[in-house]
């Protein structure tokens, strides 16, 4: 059994700054690529940022500059700062995980999300 549990959203000014983390437990032998995605009401689920086990990147092109994605593999969380909020990034924040479990069992886990508002 895997969890991963979100947190660190919250209601904020535009032009504001927020942390998110999401910390993996349960029974974890390893993760590999950790990412978070976004979704706004009415509008599909998009990947805003990826990181693999050795720390490489990718960002959604309109958060780049804006957001960073980070990881402490020792804790198996993820972390996306994100500064500069703008309304239209105001959406529910999910993280998920590559998992290999103790079991060698592999899969992709999820988290049930934060809620992100920016106001104007």
């Known amino acids: 059994q895997v969890q991963l549990v979100e947190s660190g959203g919250g209601l904020v000014q535009a032009g504001g700054s927020l942390r998110l983390s999401c910390a993996a437990s349960?029974?974890?032998?390893?993760?590999?690529?950790m990412g978070w995605y976004r979704q706004a009401p009415g509008k599909l689920r998009e990947l805003v940022a990826t990181?693999?086990?050795?720390?490489?990147?990718n960002y959604l092109n309109s958060v780049k500059g804006r957001f960073t994605i980070s990881r402490d593999n020792a804790k198996n969380t993820v972390y996306l700062q994100i500064t500069g909020l703008k309304p239209e990034d105001t959406a529910v924040y999910s993280c998920?995980?590559?998992?290999?479990?103790?079991?060698?069992?592999?899969?992709?886990?999820w988290g049930r999300g934060t809620q992100v508002t920016v106001s104007s």
């Open positions: 998920s995980a590559g998992v290999l479990t103790t079991n060698f069992y592999r899969d992709d886990y």
């Open positions: 349960g029974s974890i032998a390893s993760i590999n690529a």
């Open positions: 990181i693999t086990l050795g720390g490489n990147t």
